[in-house]
């Protein structure tokens, strides 16, 4: 079979990959798709239920039995920011609220759907899901992030949802810091029946990167998914470390890495500001996973986040099993956070 042959039934199953992202986790037709979906909008709620219970407080405690004011309106900027809205987008909602509607009552629920709207439309500019290009074989995925992002354990999903998709998977552990992170790696590997790249702990990154797609090129990787040292992004010395391995990298594949994302934890507010702005600059940030949703009442930076930077954010995260993470969808996202339903727009 000649090597153009050969890459046909993996370009379909490539092509499956991306018309499963572009739905942004839309169900599969049929019963158990809608189950699906609807088991993932319960996670996603779950998870951002101390986002919405706070903001829903919130709200309810500045609009029950009162006109709307200057006053009502200060207060409700007030809290979007406080949930890590950011100013430009609470400042929308404000306007949103106010529009028509002073010396007048309004409810908490209505607030809530404006909320949810707006957020909405800030968000799905941003909302799009993460492409596998056949024609870059292997696909090389960097990594990076700060200590305890979430890195290794976003990997591990990814790698199960490609292999669950027929692509064949590399991993490369390089977060050669951590013997517990190469570990875990082997263990998600091998869970996803995944090919590994792994050294002893100490050993040198760049250089494991190198070794890592080259054997993926040798073995018909379709995807090389390239763990990281956590480090925080004021750390000079560590950062220099990553500029290195995206040059070694490109020795091998010019174009290489085809993406690089950054997993961004949700508990750290507003930090996350700072990590998109210098991991982006020295590391070339494609797009965005964001993660630990479930475990933090400041959802709402994923929205200043998009506001400010406007990089495409693939995934979310809402717990350690492999179906808590799956393709962003900003209107889910929006509704979960604001407690409402919305109908599709």
Do not use: C
């Amino acid at each position: 079979m000649s090597e153009a042959d050969d890459d046909k039934p993996k370009a379909g199953l490539l092509s499956r990959w991306r018309r499963r992202a572009d739905a942004s986790a839309a169900p599969e037709a049929g019963e158990s798709g809608e189950a699906a979906r609807r088991g993932w909008l319960a996670k996603l709620a779950a998870g951002l239920s101390r986002t919405s219970s706070t903001l829903g407080r919130g709200v309810t405690d500045i609009f029950a039995k009162r006109k709307l004011d200057a006053d009502a309106l200060d207060e409700l900027e007030d809290i979007l920011i406080q949930a890590d809205l950011g100013l430009p987008v609470a400042t929308r909602i404000r306007a949103a609220v106010g529009a028509g509607r002073y010396d007048k009552g309004i409810d908490a629920e209505a607030v809530k759907g404006i909320l949810a709207e707006e957020i909405a439309r800030a968000l799905e500019p941003v909302a799009r899901p993460l492409t596998i290009d056949a024609s870059k074989r292997p696909f090389v995925i960097l990594v990076v992030g700060v200590n305890g992002s979430g890195k290794t354990t976003t990997i591990g999903k990814l790698a199960a949802k490609f292999a669950a998709d027929g692509l064949k998977v590399t991993l490369a552990a390089g977060d050669t810091f951590r013997a517990a992170a190469i570990e875990q790696l082997k263990i998600w590997a091998s869970r996803a029946g995944a090919d590994i790249v792994a050294r002893e702990p100490g050993g040198d990154a760049a250089s494991l990167a190198f070794e890592a797609l080259t054997r993926a090129k040798t073995t018909g990787a379709d995807v090389l998914l390239i763990d990281t040292a956590g480090r925080l992004q004021n750390r000079a010395e560590l950062m220099t470390e990553l500029e290195k391995i995206v040059r070694v990298i490109k020795k091998v594949d010019a174009e290489a890495p085809h993406a690089t994302l950054l997993a961004l934890d949700a508990t750290v507010g507003q930090n996350a500001l700072s990590q998109v702005e210098i991991f982006g600059r020295i590391a070339g940030v494609t797009g965005l996973v964001m993660t630990k949703l479930d475990g933090t009442a400041r959802g709402g930076i994923l929205v200043a986040v998009a506001e400010k930077f406007g990089l495409p954010v693939h995934f979310v995260g809402v717990g350690e099993g492999v179906d808590d993470l799956e393709p962003f969808a900003a209107r889910d996202f929006a509704a979960a956070i604001a407690g409402v339903e919305l109908r599709e727009g």
